[in-house]
């Protein structure tokens, strides 16, 4: 019985002992199965955020000729965990040389040796204190060559990142788009099923969120155009007005005859001609200085010709000035309706600058029926483009301050607002005073009238002299418009009379008749 009973206690001493042996082997073999390695492209991640001009950020190889000491390299990308985290750096350089690594004030120094091809860093390990987007600073500390490497990934572990994935570009599809920022919008919702003439908004950029390379669009309608305003430079901002073909091409030169965009006419110093890249279209834009922290209103109106198309014009109201500012007018083919699909966006066209935030607000908007009637608006819905959808950057939000709707995007901010979300305002209870007879545009002599090229032509084309006009039966009066839109010569003419252009200049210009034809004839001075 005392040799049984010493059995079972040695049996159960062993067993327990090899047990948590196995156990302890098993966890130790699960966490390193479980632990997770990210490759961050800094292609679609990084900035040069201090002395741009000692490094750049490629397409396709992530950092490359970096020279500059003083130029900081920023790599952004959003974690959901605190604990330890491992970075290493992917890198080449045809000579040696030393850089540190910075996250929240902690420096790795770490030297990258001379290698041809790109080689595994290690840079060492960090805390991350706090889940959301960090920023990882690559500094030069010394080189033996002309640069400090080319880096193209930052590979990272630990367990920051161990149980959920980190959000950043993983696509080079996006990479472009990423560094951009997402944009975001806001889509009102109509109060009304009349056909709509007019659009009202008023906007206000925060001092201080006026960033070079933003776009504050104001009164978009559908898929067809859009108005608003830019900081285009540290020296440049236009009030810009834009309206697409009908014809889907990013290149405008491919768009058929008959799905162009016409300019029926615009205002004073307003450049016009065409766009491409994100669709084609015509475009419109007002150099001006527009400041952040003042409102601006701005008004759209949308209206079918009876033939098929729509004339789409824009005004942009200036409190300093105290006057309505006319852009332009453009005649969009195959379509014929009123404006329709009310929204607004913030977006960054500048890649370099995609770590800035910027933020505007929407205030007061209203529709005006094609019957006179005034509705006020008081519900948006939020939404974002592909790049925040596809989650490759998140640093998009919206909402309502101050009773106005508001947007912010850029800056890997932790502000997310989730894709439809719908917000409320309370509307004014006054309508825009505006005097719409009173407004600029092409009821004054500067508008461009339309001509049918198959019934209408000019000859001798070019010519010195004169030129005749065929095909125009009545008499009717005419404008000559040099290619800025000014008139420089105006008079009455009909079928084959001549027209002394003997006082003009050699160049391009445009002839308009008092007639509703279909677009402006251009004719050369020889």
Known sequence: MRNFLL??????????????????????HTKKTLAQTYTIPLSGNAFVTNNSLGAVITQNNGLMSWTDVNSIISIY??????????????????????????????ILNMPILASGNYTEFNAGTINIVAPGYIKIDLKGLSKSGSTFGDISDLIISGMAVDSVPPIYCNDPNYYYWARRGPSCHLRYAIPTSEDILYYYNEITVPVGEDKVGSYFMANGFADEGYFGIQVNSETERRVLFS??????????????????????????N????????????????????WKPGITYKFLTKGEPDGNGKTN????FYDPEVQSWIFIASWKRPYTNHYLTKFYSFVENFNDMNGYFSRKVEFGNQWVRTKFGQWLPISTATFTADATFTANQRIDASGGVINNHFYLKNGGFTNETTNPYSVFTITPNSASP???????????????VQEIKAADVNIYPNPADKFIKIKGVKDESKYYILDEDGRVVIEGRTKNELGIDISSLMTGVYFIK??????HPIKFIKK
Do not use: M
């Open 312 to 315: 789409y014009t824009a005004w």
């Open 513 to 518: 008749l008092d007639i509703n034809y279909s």
């Open 243 to 268: 309206v697409w073909s009908p014809y889907t091409s990013d290149n405008p030169n491919q768009i058929p005859e008959d799905q162009k965009i016409i300019l029926n006419c615009k205002g004073a």
């Open 433 to 447: 005073q505006i005097n719409f007879d009173s407004l600029p545009g092409c009821t004054n002599a500067l508008s």
């Open 270 to 289: 307003v450049y016009s001609g065409e766009f491409g890249n994100e669709g084609s279209g015509g475009q419109s834009y007002l150099v001006y200085n």
């Open 77 to 106: 990308l959003k974690v959901s965990d605190v604990g330890q985290l491992n970075i290493k750096v992917k890198a080449k350089n045809q000579s040696n040389s030393n850089i540190s690594v910075v996250v929240n004030g902690t």
């Open 7 to 28: 059995f079972i206690i040695t049996f159960c001493f062993y067993h327990n002992y090899f047990s948590n042996d196995l156990k302890n082997d098993y966890r130790k």
